[in-house]
């Protein structure tokens, strides 16, 4: 539970920060999905349940919907979605090493972006959206992509840095903590 919502203080902590240091220092790159890269995470992270990974997945999704502004769910979908896909996937794939995540990354910012996109231009007419708006941002996802790919090995350390807390918190390393001695699919390379 504490690393559950250590995980998800970490999501929104790193969107609004990313978001705000761009605005204050006024970058107008394509920002890196951060959010995406802790769903990666709880997907192959083989030591929490799928409904409780599923749950860090909606509430991920839920802030992203507030912090972006879009209508509430859009986000909150797509991240459950691509959660159930990456899960499947977990169990049959071992993602290692700072190459392999982060293009995991990148294909899971390509999913979450896609179905996105795909559930606003369902919902463009109903809800007063541009499809003009919506085509030119299909013609950016693979900068988002690109930018989540390239920001993935520094989640990946930020989230390690609270594995060794929460293991710290729970006695020690004595191997019972959370990803205790970074055991596969996330050993460090």
């Known amino acids: 539970m504490l690393r559950a919502s250590l995980l998800i203080a970490l999501g929104w902590i790193l969107s609004a ?3 705000g240091l761009s605005h204050a220092f006024a970058i107008t790159l394509m920002l890196p999905a951060t959010s995406v890269i802790l769903l990666c995470h709880v997907a192959f ?6 409904p409780a990974g599923l749950t860090v997945a909606i509430i991920l999704g839920y ?3 507030l912090h972006q502004g879009l209508p509430t769910g859009t986000l909150t979908l797509s991240f459950a979605l691509v959660y159930l896909v990456l899960s499947w996937l ?7 090493g700072n190459t ?3 293009l995991t990354a990148l294909v899971a910012c390509f999913a979450v972006d896609l179905l996105t996109w795909g ?3 369902v919902l463009a ?15 950016m996802i693979h900068w988002h992509a690109l930018a989540t790919m390239l920001a993935a090995p520094a989640v990946w350390g930020m989230i390690a840095g609270l594995d060794a807390f929460v293991r710290r ?5 004595s191997g019972k903590g959370a990803n205790a001695g970074n055991h596969l699919p996330f050993r460090q390379s």
Request: hydrophobic content about 40%; proline content about 2%; charged content about 30%.
């Open 17 to 19: 920060g990313v978001a």
């Open 45 to 50: 992270d083989h030591e929490r349940s799928l």
């Open 63 to 65: 802030l992203e919907d």
């Open 90 to 96: 977990s169990l049959r794939l071992a993602v290692s």
């Open 100 to 102: 392999v995540r982060a």
């Open 119 to 121: 559930i606003l231009i």
């Open 125 to 139: 007419d109903p809800l007063g959206i541009s499809r003009e708006g919506l085509q030119s941002g299909l013609r």
């Open 169 to 173: 918190r729970r006695g020690g390393d």
